[in-house]
């Protein structure tokens, strides 16, 4: 499976931000994985956002809770992360990932107090 991310941008503390992960591959197999999100902040280790099982099933970090959804559209074969109330301790480069290690390419989310 290839992911290919977008969605990200500037934005000001307490905006939103929706990030978008375009899977390519074969839909039943797209179906069939785990997706998710993780981000790196400069200086950082890559840390898990969120996660959503092939059954719909989501998991969050602790940080983002409440704040953050992710859901998945399996039709349009795209994971997706609306991310609200952002703060500025959120920037950092956004990557979507799948089950056997697919990794699509960053997209910079960057919150200004």
């Known amino acids: 499976v290839q992911l290919q991310a977008s969605g990200g941008g500037l934005v000001q503390a307490g905006g939103s931000l929706r990030l978008s992960c375009a899977a390519s591959g074969n839909i039943f197999s797209l179906m069939a994985i785990d997706l998710g999100w993780y981000r790196q902040a400069p200086g950082k280790q890559r840390e898990l956002v969120a996660t959503i099982t092939s059954g719909a099933r989501a998991m969050y970090a602790d940080s983002v809770k409440g704040r953050f959804t992710i859901f998945r559209d399996n039709a349009k074969k795209t994971v997706y992360l609306q991310m609200n109330n952002l703060k500025p301790e959120d920037t950092a480069v956004y990557y979507c990932?799948?089950?056997?290690?697919?990794w699509g390419q960053g997209t910079q989310v960057t919150v200004s107090s």
């Open positions: 990932w799948g089950t056997g290690d697919s």
